[in-house]
């Protein structure tokens, strides 16, 4: 089982020094065995348009730079002081359900207001 966790980091190549750093070889492959998604700059205020298709308003993208992680063993405690947590999944996840389950799980520990109780009637 996988753990899976969202970070945001100040530029691309921020990103890329923390990757790399988990292990490449000579040709820049990926030595260690976590799976990475490398989301870059995410819209965070979708675009609008007009009934051609036309872009009326231009979508606003994050100043951060986005990497989910699908970490094969604990996550790296190197990566904590960039992690995020997103309502619930943001736009990506990865296909592994226990990893989703736990993430979820996670978020409504740290953020029980994203996830209010239906009141009874």
């Given at each position: ?46 675009g ?8 009326t ?29 997103c ?7 990865f ?27």
């Amino acid at each position: 089982m996988g753990i899976f966790r969202k970070y945001e980091f100040g530029s691309q190549s921020a990103a890329t020094a923390k990757i790399n750093a988990l292990g490449v070889d000579e040709e820049g492959n990926p030595t260690h065995r976590h799976s990475i998604a490398r989301l870059g700059y995410i819209v965070t205020t979708p675009g609008e348009y007009d009934a051609e298709g036309n872009e009326t308003t231009a979508p606003v993208r994050s100043d951060k730079y986005h990497v989910d992680v699908l970490w094969r063993d604990e996550p790296s405690a190197d990566w904590d002081n960039q992690m995020v947590w997103c309502m619930p999944m943001g736009v990506h996840t990865f296909g592994s359900s226990s990893a989703n389950a736990e993430y979820i799980a996670k978020c409504k520990e740290l953020h029980p207001e994203w996830f209010p109780e239906p009141e009874e009637e």
